[in-house]
């Protein structure tokens, strides 16, 4: 399947915010997100308030009228700006820690400390056929980002700068779910029947995962360089630096797997040997890719 590119309006994606991350950025701990759960009217607002002890509730203001303000951020920028995502399906097997995506060859990392003595050492390549069964299986890749005008009307206030910067985040990660669970049901289609609230959504309740590109099953950055050869993200306007960060900064890019067993893990502590092993599969030397796992390295 070939790259396909998708457009939201800001109203398509306000449901699939998770809140939680919001506040958090915010300084909020997640209890004080529900205020996204309730009704609007002033009866339920009161309520929600009340059920916070005493010394709680100046917070839960707060939370409020941050929650108030954010959704009237989102009505202000909708119908101005957008947000965009690409994607592709691509022919997919596993061999060794690499994945073979539509020919490219994409090394990852497994896991050398476990939790529970009799865990896995998981890798992302053991949710994908290997090649040795000569049957090919499928992956996807994916890019989300706001449109990067969004935050110009706002560089000169510092509270609404970093407001709108924050909903930026959240609605690149809001296309992102909505993405997933539209190549999910119908264009991947491994789900077709997938019925999920927006609760069991945001919990992630469903079949397969989307590890991003700097989370803890996909630790290295540098790795964006090898998924803009797969979906050409500058055709949604993100741009990699000299490091591999995307700009603008309100955007997120991944893989897609549909493995029933498939699940999230942190890769964690890697040895010597592995960081020897893994430069030599990305190319890189070993001090360079020393540079991008430094908080992954064994001290």
């Given at each position: 399947?070939?790259?396909?590119?998708?457009?939201?309006?800001?109203h398509?994606?306000?449901?699939?915010?998770?809140?939680?991350?919001?506040?958090?950025?915010?300084?909020?701990?997640?209890?004080?997100?529900?205020?996204?759960?309730?009704?609007?009217?002033?009866?339920?607002?009161?309520?929600?308030?009340?059920?916070?002890p005493?010394?709680?509730?100046?917070k839960?203001?707060?939370a409020?009228?941050?929650?108030?303000?954010?959704?009237?951020?989102?009505?202000?920028?909708?119908?101005?700006y957008?947000?965009?995502?690409?994607?592709?399906l691509?022919?997919?097997?596993?061999?060794?820690?690499?994945?073979?995506?539509?020919?490219?060859?994409?090394?990852?990392l497994?896991?050398?400390?476990?939790?529970?003595?009799?865990?896995?050492?998981?890798?992302?390549?053991?949710?994908?056929?290997?090649?040795?069964?000569?049957?090919?299986?499928?992956?996807?890749?994916?890019?989300?980002?706001?449109?990067?005008?969004?935050?110009?009307?706002y560089?000169?206030d510092?509270?609404?700068?970093?407001?709108?910067?924050?909903?930026?985040?959240?609605?690149?990660?809001?296309?992102?779910?909505?993405?997933?669970?539209f190549?999910?049901?119908?264009?991947?289609?491994?789900?077709?029947?997938?019925?999920?609230?927006?609760?069991?959504?945001?919990?992630?309740?469903?079949?397969?995962?989307?590890?991003?590109?700097?989370?803890?099953?996909?630790?290295d950055?540098?790795?964006?360089?090898?998924?803009?050869?797969?979906i050409?993200?500058?055709?949604?306007?993100?741009?990699?630096?000299?490091?591999?960060?995307?700009?603008?900064?309100?955007?997120?890019?991944?893989?897609?797997?549909?493995?029933?067993?498939?699940?999230?893990?942190?890769?964690?502590?890697?040895?010597?040997?592995?960081?020897?092993?893994?430069?030599?599969?990305?190319?890189?030397?070993?001090?360079?890719?020393?540079?991008y796992?430094?908080?992954?390295?064994q001290?």
């Amino acid at each position: 399947m070939g790259i396909t590119t998708v457009t939201y309006d800001i109203h398509d994606l306000a449901e699939y915010i998770n809140w939680i991350y919001f506040f958090h950025a915010w300084g909020f701990q997640p209890r004080f997100a529900t205020i996204a759960d309730i009704h609007g009217c002033d009866a339920c607002r009161a309520g929600w308030l009340a059920s916070f002890p005493e010394a709680d509730r100046a917070k839960a203001a707060e939370a409020m009228q941050l929650h108030k303000e954010a959704n009237r951020m989102l009505n202000a920028i909708d119908g101005k700006y957008k947000v965009h995502a690409v994607y592709r399906l691509m022919e997919a097997n596993a061999d060794g820690d690499n994945l073979i995506l539509a020919g490219h060859r994409f090394p990852l990392l497994r896991q050398q400390t476990r939790i529970h003595p009799t865990d896995p050492f998981l890798c992302l390549s053991d949710f994908v056929r290997p090649l040795s069964s000569g049957i090919t299986d499928t992956v996807g890749a994916f890019a989300t980002t706001i449109d990067e005008r969004m935050e110009e009307p706002y560089q000169n206030d510092d509270y609404k700068h970093l407001l709108i910067k924050t909903l930026g985040e959240r609605l690149a990660e809001a296309a992102a779910e909505k993405l997933h669970e539209f190549i999910r049901k119908k264009a991947w289609g491994y789900a077709p029947d997938e019925q999920l609230t927006m609760k069991q959504l945001l919990n992630e309740d469903y079949q397969g995962i989307r590890p991003a590109v700097g989370y803890p099953s996909l630790p290295d950055i540098s790795v964006s360089y090898l998924l803009d050869e797969l979906i050409d993200m500058k055709r949604i306007g993100i741009h990699l630096t000299e490091n591999g960060m995307m700009q603008p900064h309100a955007s997120v890019c991944g893989l897609m797997f549909s493995h029933p067993a498939s699940r999230y893990f942190a890769v964690g502590k890697i040895d010597e040997e592995q960081l020897k092993d893994y430069a030599e599969r990305r190319g890189f030397s070993v001090k360079e890719m020393r540079k991008y796992l430094s908080a992954n390295l064994q001290d």
